[in-house]
């Protein structure tokens, strides 16, 4: 079924023949002429043509109807630039290899196919929202001062080594990223549903990026991940990918505002240093972040072990196994469960429980 956006002013729908490739030419659209930023502009049935950007062209929202076999829209020096975006409606992935360029919020849906976005994007300062239950891939960089919104069950790639500077909200679906230069410039990424993924083979030791779980999941990759701060105000995960390489998930710093994080795929020995893939923090985490941490398999409850110039974060050992490991001297930490605190010979640590 075909769905149309609002208008920004009249609603002209402009089809397109594929009597020929150039976009700019009057001959191949029906009504004859070039839509402009006012005009809608629809891929049916079977066009014999491919369009190719010959100069710069806009439409206000692009429609790919179902059934459409996979169309390519190319181009190489000329902009395509769209009001409010676009949608594939056809079981077939559609292509964009192509300039964009973004001149006003929009939606980029994939309703019923997957959409490839292989040129560059430009966000002018607008928000880009991605959607559907299929997946989008944007190969191309993506560049300016807006931000991205996921929306949907589908997942969002990123590929490209992009520079926009807006922050990331993920409500659904999933977000994953393929290198540390698909964020470079983005402040923070709040994760309110579905999936942060960090894929690629990692190693963003360099990344500022905060990240703000208000609920779903984190997912780590196969390399090592650095980011700014952490924090949680909302039930959420961390799953860990061990695969016996030993890689670092690290955070800046932790805070907790609320909700509770729960993390899976950590292996060790609680209240000793992880064996797998491992978790930490270049300042200290608050108390409370720690009194709402569970990994998962293991008793409730977080801990630190001072490595240096950082934290680990760890499962909380038995009372008894934390009692001797203090009275021998084997931590060096700050564990803060429940305000309970043991005063043991010459090392004073302070644990909560959650008994």
């Excluded at 594929?18 to 049916?44: C, M, Q, R």
């Excluded at 390519?72 to 292509?95: A, D, F, K, R």
Aim: net charge negative; with cysteine.
């Amino acid at each position: 079924m075909l769905v149309l956006l609002a208008s920004p002013g009249k609603s002209a729908v402009y089809t397109w023949k594929g009597n020929g490739v150039d976009w700019a030419k009057n001959s191949h659209w029906s009504p004859t002429g070039v839509p402009t930023a006012l005009e809608y502009v629809i891929f049916s049935a079977d066009p014999r043509e491919d369009p190719f950007v010959n100069a710069n062209a806009a439409a206000a929202a692009i429609d790919f109807a179902a059934g459409v076999r996979t169309m390519t829209i190319s181009g190489t020096v000329y902009t395509l630039s769209i009001v409010l975006g676009m949608t594939n409606n056809s079981v077939n992935e559609q292509i964009i290899n192509a300039p964009l360029n973004l001149t006003g919020s929009q939606e980029w849906k994939a309703a019923a196919g997957d959409l490839s976005i292989r040129g560059a994007a430009n966000l002018n300062g607008y928000m880009l929202t991605v959607s559907g239950d299929h997946d989008t891939t944007i190969y191309g960089s993506i560049s300016g001062t807006g931000g991205i919104i996921k929306n949907g069950s589908g997942t969002l790639t990123l590929n490209g080594n992009n520079t926009f500077s807006g922050s990331i909200n993920i409500n659904g679906g999933t977000l994953a990223l393929n290198s540390e230069d698909a964020i470079r410039n983005v402040p923070s990424i709040t994760v309110n549903a579905g999936t942060l993924s960090l894929g690629g083979n990692g190693d963003w030791d360099d990344s500022s990026v905060a990240i703000y779980l208000v609920g779903g999941h984190l997912e780590m990759g196969d390399g090592s991940d650095g980011f700014g701060e952490l924090e949680i105000s909302g039930h959420s995960q961390i799953k860990l990918k061990p695969s016996g390489n030993g890689s670092i998930l690290r955070f800046a710093g932790a805070n907790w505002s609320g909700g509770s994080l729960t993390i899976y795929g950590w292996s060790g020995q609680p209240g000793r240093p992880g064996t797998d893939d491992r978790i930490f923090f270049e300042s200290k985490p608050n108390e409370m972040f720690l009194i709402y941490v569970t990994f998962d398999g293991f008793n409730p409850g977080g801990m630190v072990l001072e490595t240096g110039s950082s934290w680990e974060l760890v499962p909380v050992p038995e009372t008894s196994d934390y009692a001797l490991m203090v009275a021998l001297g084997l931590l060096g930490f700050a564990v803060r469960r429940r305000l309970a605190i043991f005063n043991l010979g010459p090392t004073r640590c302070s644990r909560v429980d959650n008994a």
